[in-house]
C-alpha cells in the first residue's frame, strides 16, 4: 500500500460545513495526488503536488482547496460541501514524475 | 472532455478464457500508460504499464498491447479467473514539467464466471 492512509474512512457531513480529509505517507514521496471517483467517471483528479507548499489544480478542482505544510501530509478541504461533492476520495503518491502513482485506501464523504 | 476511452463498460468471461478490455487516447502528449485493479472498497492498485516505445509487456498472465499510430492500447488477461473479478482502469500520463498527471478511462467491470 506504499504507505499511504487516508482519514477519515468514512464521514457524512451536512451542505454547507467545511470538510477536510487527510492523506499521510510515511515514505517521503515528493509527489501527491487527490482524486475522486464517481461512477460512470473513473477517478479524475482534483489536485496535486509536488513538494511542500507546491500545488497546483487538476480537472475538477472548483469547490476544493489543499494545502501540503510537511512532506508526510497532504490536505484535502471542501470550504462548502455540497451535495455534488459526495464522493469516494483518493490520494495518492509518485516517487518520481512520469511514474507509477500508488493509491490509498480511499475515504468515502457523504454530503446530505 | 474525456481523453480517454474505455471500453467495453462491463465483461463477463467464462474462467479460463480470454479477457480484453481496450482504450483510445487523443492527446499525443501522453508518453505513460498505466492499468489498474481494484476491488470493492479497496484504491486502485497498479497492475501493469507501458510505455510507448514498445508495442507489448506482458507479465504473467497479463498483456498490455499498444499501438501507437492508431493511439489505442488494450490489456489482455490470458486464462482469467474468478480472483480476477474487479474493475479495471485504463489510464494515461503525460508530465507537466512539475509533475506528471494521470487521466483515466471510465472502467470496466470484469466478472469471470465458473
Known amino acids: 500500500d506504499a504507505g499511504i492512509t487516508q482519514s477519515p474512512r468514512h464521514k457524512v457531513t451536512e451542505t454547507g460545513t467545511p470538510v477536510t480529509l487527510r492523506c499521510h505517507q510515511t515514505e517521503n514521496h515528493r509527489y501527491m495526488y487527490w482524486y475522486r471517483q464517481d461512477p460512470g467517471h473513473g477517478l479524475r483528479l482534483i489536485h496535486y503536488?509536488?513538494?511542500?507548499?507546491?500545488?497546483d489544480k487538476g480537472e475538477v478542482s472548483d469547490g476544493y482547496s489543499v494545502s501540503r505544510s510537511k512532506t508526510e501530509d497532504f490536505l484535502l478541504t471542501l470550504e462548502s460541501a455540497t451535495s455534488s461533492q459526495t464522493s469516494v476520495y483518493f490520494c495518492a503518491i509518485a516517487r518520481v514524475p512520469n511514474n507509477e502513482q500508488f493509491f490509498g485506501p480511499g475515504t468515502r464523504l457523504t454530503v446530505l | 472532455q474525456q481523453q480517454v476511452k474505455q471500453s467495453p463498460q462491463s465483461l463477463i468471461v467464462q474462467k479460463g478464457g480470454i479477457s480484453i478490455i481496450n482504450c483510445a487516447y487523443e492527446?499525443?502528449?501522453?508518453?505513460?500508460f498505466p492499468w489498474y485493479q481494484q476491488f470493492p472498497g479497496k484504491g486502485p492498485a497498479l497492475l501493469i504499464a507501458?510505455?510507448?516505445?514498445?508495442s507489448e509487456k506482458k507479465e504473467g498472465r497479463f498483456t498490455i498491447s499498444f499501438n501507437k499510430s492508431a493511439k489505442q492500447f488494450s490489456l489482455h488477461i490470458m486464462d482469467s479467473q474468478p480472483g480476477d473479478s474487479a474493475t479495471y482502469f485504463c489510464?494515461?500520463?503525460?508530465?507537466?514539467?512539475?509533475?506528471?498527471?494521470?487521466?483515466f478511462g471510465t472502467g470496466t467491470r470484469l466478472q469471470v464466471t465458473l
Open positions: 507501458i510505455r510507448p516505445d514498445v
Open positions: 503536488s509536488y513538494g511542500v507548499k507546491d500545488t
Open positions: 489510464a494515461a500520463s503525460f508530465n507537466t514539467g512539475t509533475a506528471s498527471k494521470l487521466t
Open positions: 492527446n499525443t502528449a501522453f508518453d505513460y
